[in-house]
């Protein structure tokens, strides 16, 4: 059995002003009797340091929901509040309790259990009306997630051939493209602009504890992150290609931005950077209305990596204001399937990326079509970072965060990671597929509302011609 992938979880609380569901509040009436300092087991109750006669306000971050202290304090002093800021983060697609679930994840590395059943809605859009296949969930392939069977969650970028020819001696003659595997279907996309250096240096440095990899713009690979090249995927614009040799010649993966110019030149770019190096070329595509037509356009041209990008929502780019337009579980099955439809779907590698908010994302929009899948918002939430939908896309930085060692933050994006692998791992090994590889546009193993619903009602209630 080949060795397991693993990563080092541990639990990292970071020190900045968070957003909870509820907050503790001590009142007027507290007569400072410590009682709660004694029943609270997480510490979240202390006396003030400057002054021991009186109590310092509860600490909420570490609070776990219990209610003892409230239930045991002599004077109805303590009571458990909604945060004001809970109702207004995030927004409609990034709900509060997803936003907090990340920050849990990036605290301790474990799978987000909320007990006591779900009682959410039975559907939703997007990936809420997408079920997976759990049918393998009471068989023997579950110990894959215990150590007896292996469950792997690599992925291989790079194009493959459709075929391989061997001469009349029985020698292989095809020329096999090179190709990169890493041990998860998770790459860091390009992040905010606005990050400090350190939140940077964190990134690259989770990126290569990972084996995984960053896509970075290049202007922002300066000479200190030269030991990680192999986990940096520089991005460039078409343009930039001749200014940058040096950076290319190193990478093992790089990517461009999509330019109507690659349509007809692609050949003649990839061409100029296989001449420089090794680098595998990934095509970064806005999931724009068509974007199908432009992706098959790209495969049949020889693109090697297709990266469809909706946008933070996971909605199409170029949604019109106050409708929908298509979501990325939709966009990644239309390019899927024309791929498959025009026979050449084996020989690239499709990434999805935008509104990938769960960890249930990532084996969700496999099923729908792509190989594997890029996030960055999540990233953010883990080293604090308040995200809003109204303003569009707002985020707010924790004022403290560029002082914030790069070791607790690198460990934070590590835990969450680490949680989003443990729950990917939870999901196949529920569904009976041992190799990541084999979810990509597996979706007879997933189950759709819209077409449930179509095929069970739609006859019923079709009006009569
Ligand atoms: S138990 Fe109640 S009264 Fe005593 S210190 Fe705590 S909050 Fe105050
Ligand atoms: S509710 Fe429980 S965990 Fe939270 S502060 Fe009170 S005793 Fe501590």
Known sequence: MPKKYHINIRPTPL???????????????????????????????????????????????VCRNCFRCIQECPRGALEKA??????????????????????KQAE???????????????????FDSMWTDMSEIVRPTRDGIHGREYINTAVTLGRKLNHLVFNPSRQLTSLVP????????????????DI????????????????????????????????????????????EIDTRKDIIKK??????????????????????????????????????????????????NGAEVIHVVADYCGREADHKSGTEGRLLKDIVRAVHQRL????????????????????????????CGADLTAIDIPLMVALGVKLYEKPENLMIFPDKLAKISVLILTQRIINLVGAWHSQLLEVMGAMGIREARRLRGESGRAIFFEEIDKDTFGKLFKKEK
């Open 15 to 61: 020190d900045v002003d968070f957003v909870f569901k509820f907050k503790i509040a001590r009142g007027e009436n507290c007569i400072n009797c410590g009682k709660c300092t004694k029943v609270c087991i997480y510490e979240a109750h202390k006396r003030r340091k400057d002054d021991q006669r009186k109590m310092a306000d509860p600490n909420t971050v």
């Open 178 to 193: 090179d190709y990169i595997d890493i041990p998860l279907p998770i790459l860091f996309d390009v992040p905010s602009t």
């Open 82 to 103: 909604i945060d004001k800021d809970f109702a207004n983060i995030g927004g409609r697609y990034w709900k509060p309790d997803t936003i907090i679930s990340l920050w």
């Open 251 to 300: 990478a093992r993966l790089l990517a461009i931005e999509f330019n109507s110019v690659l349509l007809k030149e692609l050949p003649a770019v990839q061409k100029k950077i296989k001449e420089l190096g090794h680098a595998i070329t990934i095509i970064r595509l806005p999931a724009k209305k068509n974007v199908e037509d432009t992706a098959i356009e790209l495969a049949r």
């Open 340 to 367: 498959v439809e025009e026979g050449i779907r084996d020989e690239i590698t499709l990434i999805a990326s935008g509104g990938i908010a769960m960890a249930e994302h990532v084996p969700k929009v496999m099923l």
């Open 108 to 126: 301790d590395g474990a799978v987000p259990v909320t007990g006591a059943g779900y009682r959410g809605p039975f559907t939703g859009t997007g």
């Open 196 to 239: 400090t250096t350190n939140v940077k240096l964190a990134l690259i440095k989770a990126a290569s504890e990972l084996n995984t990899c960053i896509i970075l713009p290049i202007s922002e690979i300066t000479p200190d992150v030269e030991k990680y090249y192999g986990n940096i995927i520089p991005y460039f614009t078409v343009t």
